[in-house]
Structures are given as structure tokens and as C-alpha cells.
């Protein structure tokens, strides 16, 4: 059965020689190329290694492997008719060739729609929202003075879906804890507005503090910007400029 097996390959193979296997393994390299492009393209937060990467450069990389396939297709073949045979070998390349030029396509279509992709990477969120202690803790340890003051309970009365609302005045952090995911999106903007009336009655102590948003589904705490970077490595979430669209961190 091994030996059938090995004259199938040798006979496929010999009428276009070794250009034949270079066919094949060519036009791999360009099909992986275009799988990569549109990765890229779909999940740039999964694989920020091969998001780093421009454009240009990918397109380029897949347009040479296409053409380098493209040239041992036709040396192929050229071989194969020299000797009066026909040859299999090359069908894999000029099947390479059309799929990196379809993967390639999409990628960039799916690129120009979808700046940030299609598929984001899984965020950690080990926030302890279930104990009211614990996320004061967790906060409390990002600062050397931790609460001076105490925290202080905001009343959530008419604002259905929030568990509680917290701020620490003396540290100048808050939160908000939900019991569902579509509560955060809801009351996020008022509940920013309301942190930033807050941070601006002491813009003249911290001028030049930098404040941000860390959140989860259930969850939100707004503070200073490296306090949070600290929290974010602890539970995770996601952190963002305070009223910025943009993120400027995740994990």
C-alpha cells in the first residue's frame, strides 16, 4: 500500500520535476500569507504581534508569494509539455494563487469597514462585585493612604440595574456595581459627567492629575489613571480615558 502510494506521488510529481513540489509549497506560503492578512484584519486585538504590522506590507508580502507561485506554475507546466506529459502538481498553485487573492480581498474590504476588527480579545474581569468590602479593598490597596475618610454610599434610588454606587472623597475615586450587562452602557455617560463634576471642584489641587474610567460588565470605577492601571493588572477590565471613546488599555 505504501509503495501504490509512493508511485502515485512520483508519477504526479515527475513530468514537471522539482518545480512541481516548489508549486505546491509556494503557493502554500502565499495562502498562509492571505489567512494572515485577514486574521489581521478580523481579530487585530488577538494578535498584536501581527497587527504591529502596516498594511503595505502584508499586501506586499502576499502579491510576491502570488507572484513567485505564479512563475513556478508556468515553469511547471513549460516542463511538463517539453516532456509530452501532463502534470497535477501545478493545479495546487493556481489554487493558492486564487484563494490568497480571495483571503487578501476580504482583508482588505473587512479592514476599510472595520478599522478595529470584528472579533475582540476575551477581557479578564476578577472584580469581587458580590462583596462591597472587597472591591473597597482592592481599590484601597492602589494607594499608599488608602481611604482616609471612609467610603461613602451614593443613594442608586430610580436607577434600576445599579447594586450600589461608592466614593472615597479623600482619594478621589468612585464606583458603581451592576447586577446586569446592559445597565453599564445605560449609565455610563451620567455616571462620568457626575465624576467629572466632582474632579473639576478640585482641578486647582490636581491640575495635572490624569483621570480615566476602569469597567467590566457589571462594573466601573473612575479615578486617577495610574491608580487604575494598578487596579487593571489586579482585576482586570478595561481602561479608557475619562470621556474618551477610545480605550487605552485592555486585559
Known amino acids: 500500500m505504501g ?7 512520483g508519477r504526479m510529481f515527475s513530468a514537471s520535476g522539482m518545480w512541481g513540489v516548489l508549486c505546491a509549497v509556494a503557493g502554500g506560503c502565499a495562502a498562509l500569507t492571505g489567512a494572515a492578512a485577514l486574521f489581521r484584519a478580523l481579530a487585530p486585538q488577538i494578535a498584536p504581534w501581527l497587527a504591529a504590522i502596516d498594511d503595505t506590507s502584508v499586501y506586499v508580502a502576499a502579491a510576491v508569494c502570488s507572484a513567485v507561485t505564479a512563475v513556478f506554475v508556468v515553469i511547471a507546466r513549460v516542463r511538463a509539455r517539453n516532456r509530452n506529459r501532463h502534470t497535477r502538481s501545478t493545479r495546487w498553485g493556481v489554487l493558492a494563487i486564487v484563494i490568497t487573492l480571495v483571503l ?3 482583508a482588505a474590504a473587512v479592514g476599510t469597514m472595520f478599522p478595529d476588527g470584528l472579533i475582540a480579545a476575551p477581557i479578564r474581569d476578577e472584580a469581587p462585585i458580590g462583596d462591597q468590602t472587597a472591591m473597597e479593598q482592592g481599590i484601597d490597596a492602589t494607594s499608599a493612604d488608602g481611604c482616609a475618610d471612609g467610603w461613602q ?3 442608586s434610588t430610580g436607577y434600576p440595574g445599579v447594586t450600589a454606587i461608592r466614593m472615597c472623597a479623600s482619594s478621589r475615586v468612585a464606583y ?3 447586577d446586569n450587562d446592559a445597565a453599564l452602557p445605560l449609565y455610563r455617560m451620567p455616571l462620568e459627567a457626575q465624576a467629572t463634576s ?3 471642584e478640585r482641578a486647582g489641587e490636581l491640575a495635572d492629575a490624569e483621570w480615566a474610567t476602569l469597567s467590566g460588565p457589571k462594573w466601573i470605577v473612575v479615578g486617577e489613571q495610574d491608580r487604575l492601571e494598578a487596579l487593571q493588572r489586579s482585576w482586570g477590565g478595561e481602561l479608557a480615558g475619562l470621556g474618551a471613546d477610545d480605550e487605552t488599555g485592555t486585559q
Do not use: K, P, Q, W
Not at 509503495?3 to 506521488?9: A, D, G, L, S, V
Open 153 to 155: 454610599s451614593i443613594s
Open 176 to 178: 458603581a456595581t451592576f
Open 104 to 106: 487578501t480581498g476580504l
Open 3 to 9: 509503495e501504490h502510494r509512493y508511485e502515485h506521488y
Open 198 to 200: 466632582m474632579l473639576d
